[in-house]
């Protein structure tokens, strides 16, 4: 079982920067496939981004591609999600994310692939 825990949320202005972290404990950390979703007031939990073992794999929802960022840090247990010019519309609840099986970008990316799951951090754009 592996533990995530978030932070790094908070209220922000359109056009903003902030940066998530997710620190993970349970698993070695190299062997976790790490992810972000979100969920915003009424919608439906929706995948953001997420990367493979080596770090050098990544993969985005097409509504942050080019603004977010996924790293992960494999000595010090933690992933990081840099999210740049940030929308109203990326208000949300943002929730780490952690699996043992890689898989491809455009299959991979369901909720029922991801076993762990953090508690969520709150991020607050506002217009």
């Known amino acids: 079982q592996v533990q995530l825990v978030e932070s790094g949320g908070g209220l922000v202005q359109a056009g903003d920067s902030l940066r998530l972290s997710c620190t993970a404990s349970g698993r070695t950390f190299r062997s976790l496939v790490l992810g972000w979703f979100r969920q915003a007031p009424g919608k439906e939990r929706e995948f953001v981004t997420r990367?493979?073992?080596?770090?050098?794999?990544?993969c985005y929802a097409d509504s942050v591609k080019g603004r977010f960022t996924i790293s992960r840090d494999n000595v010090k247990n933690t992933a990081y999600l840099q999210m740049d010019s940030l929308k109203p519309e990326d208000t949300a609840v943002y929730y780490c994310?952690?699996?043992?099986?890689?898989?491809?970008?455009?299959?991979?990316?369901?909720?029922?692939?991801?076993?762990?799951w953090g508690q969520g951090t709150q991020v607050n754009v506002s217009s």
């Open positions: 994310v952690a699996d043992l099986t890689p898989r491809p970008c455009a299959s991979g990316r369901e909720s029922r692939y991801f076993g762990s």
């Open positions: 990367i493979l073992q080596s770090g050098d794999a990544t």
